[in-house]
């Protein structure tokens, strides 16, 4: 079956786009609460193409999802990658929300890494309120485990829940 997805790196000549779709309260109500300015949100993602400091081992992937017939951007997706561990993001514009497009993406950005970054185990956390996102992650294969036994996630902060999915192809679940 065709993708519904057009999925490029993201590129400045997008965040005009991006912003339009994704400087949305309910988008910014599990990740950090406040709508940031236009500017606020050119720069944060002018910084993330810049890719990550050098020496720290990590690569950064940034992607831009669009509708496959309109063109019509619906979100965009991350990864950070350190040795093993890749660590996943996806945000979506709620207009779109219940439709199976972060689902969909997620799916293409567990396989990019794959190609990309190898054998890779996957990582997420969230809010214990978005159970939007924790629905999503579970039907991707994730399973909740706790903190402890994570390793350093960047996008965890104290009280988050933390999930993992093995990286091994078909493989879901599991522990690290």
Do not use: K
């Amino acid at each position: 079956m065709p993708s519904r997805l057009r999925i490029t790196p993201l590129r400045p000549q997008h965040l005009d786009e991006l912003a339009a779709a994704l400087r949305h309260p309910a988008v910014y109500e599990h990740i950090g609460g406040e709508v940031p300015s236009a500017a606020e949100f050119h720069l944060a993602l002018e910084r993330a193409l810049v890719g990550p400091p050098p020496g720290g081992g990590q690569r950064w992937f940034n992607y831009l999802v669009r509708h496959a017939d309109s063109r019509t951007v619906l979100g965009r997706l991350e990864a950070t990658v350190v040795g093993r561990v890749a660590e996943v993001a996806f945000l979506f514009a709620p207009g779109i929300w219940g439709n199976g497009y972060a689902s969909e993406g997620l799916a293409w950005l567990h396989e990019e890494l794959r190609r990309e970054a190898g054998d890779v185990d996957f990582w997420a956390t969230t809010l214990p309120a978005n159970r939007r996102c924790q629905a999503l992650l579970r039907r991707a294969g994730y399973v909740e485990v706790p903190a402890a036994v994570a390793p350093a996630l960047q996008s965890y902060d104290a009280g988050d829940l933390v999930f993992h999915r093995a990286g091994l192809p078909g493989a879901a679940g599991g522990t690290a």
